[in-house]
């Protein structure tokens, strides 16, 4: 009988510690959701800042009107030519290696 004060201590001290616990995670918490919606809001202010100058510039800018339009004009057809190659010259080409059979793989 005299662990039951004892027990009971250690139980209450548990249930203290967690509660303690809980309300500064809670605090914690709050705290970090808070901060996170103001970084939320301040980049999306930047972001519609940013989107307004860019339109702003765009509607500055004028498109120029397309030039009139010229008409076609037939080009006469030439006719090709055929082109004359240079002889090769003999014995400057190194002949090219035999293939070698492949060995047979099959014991």
Do not use: H
């Amino acid at each position: 009988m005299s662990m039951m004060p004892f027990v009971a201590g250690l139980l209450a001290g548990v249930a203290a510690v967690r509660l303690v616990r809980n309300k500064q995670t809670k605090a914690g918490l709050d705290q970090a959701q808070t901060r996170l919606r103001q970084a939320t809001v301040t980049g999306l202010g930047a972001i519609e800042a940013s989107s307004a100058r860019l339109r702003e510039k765009l509607a500055v800018v004028e498109v120029p009107e397309a030039p009139e339009a010229v008409e076609p004009v037939a080009i006469p057809a030439v006719e090709a030519v055929p082109r004359k190659r240079a002889p090769r010259k003999s014995g400057t080409a190194t002949p090219r290696a035999k293939a070698r059979p492949k060995p047979d793989t099959a014991s």
